[in-house]
């Protein structure tokens, strides 16, 4: 009796990783695709290709979009995670702090530019892509506030520091200087501080 309840036993867990295994096959699939092509242009037979399944499997797996696509951003952002904010409050210094701060997201948008590219283009037209990606766009509202923090300016100053903040954050914004005008990534943080600066001194400038 023990020996097959231990038989039983081992099965048991060996069926549990094969379709651990399965599983994690699928959901790097669909990631690999969601880089190259984009998640609007991935369908379950190009996924059930990749990875050397069955249609059946993927839905047995995944039952709907909303399954597969949790899988996919969670195994995504645990392989690339993002700049973490509270990492930068040790910096005292609010410009010492953004140049730190661009420097390590620009460095992440280089890293990780086809994956963010494709998944901002396709928010427009996959409705659990916009979803997931309010995520991407509420991490960058806890940086642009870290990065807030400190800062001397007030009023109408302190507005424009913060939308120049939040536009130099922006994956559009690195992807224009570093992609399309090809700015070095050094230098466009550079540039980024800079406006970040008059920002704060504009008001002064129009006053002085």
């Not at 036993?9 to 599983?23: D, F, I, S, V």
């Not at 790097?28 to 069955?54: F, N």
């Amino acid at each position: 009796m023990t020996s097959e309840k231990t038989t039983r036993a081992y099965r048991m867990r060996r069926r549990a990783e094969l379709q651990a295994q399965t599983r994690l096959r699928i959901t790097e699939a669909a990631v690999e695709l969601h880089g190259t092509v984009g998640p609007a242009r991935t369908s379950v037979k190009a996924i059930a290709q990749r990875a050397g399944v069955e249609r059946a499997t993927v839905y047995r797996h995944f039952p709907d979009e909303r399954a597969l696509f949790g899988a996919c951003s969670s195994h995504w952002r645990a392989a690339n995670p993002s700049p973490d904010p509270a990492a930068w409050a040790a910096i005292a210094d609010p410009e010492e702090r953004l140049r730190h701060a661009l420097a390590e997201l620009y460095r992440y948008y280089g890293e990780t530019e086809e994956m963010l590219g494709n998944l901002l283009r396709d928010a427009a037209t996959v409705p659990i892509v916009a979803e997931l990606m309010d995520g991407f766009r509420a991490r960058l509202d806890a940086m642009r506030d870290a990065l807030l923090r400190g800062r001397g300016e007030r009023g109408r100053a302190r507005a424009d520091v913060r939308a120049a903040i939040g536009h130099a954050l922006a994956f559009a914004t690195w992807s224009s200087l570093v992609r399309a005008e090809g700015v070095e990534e050094a230098r466009a943080v550079r540039l980024m501080c800079g406006m970040v600066a008059a920002a704060g001194s504009g008001d002064r400038a129009r006053t002085g």
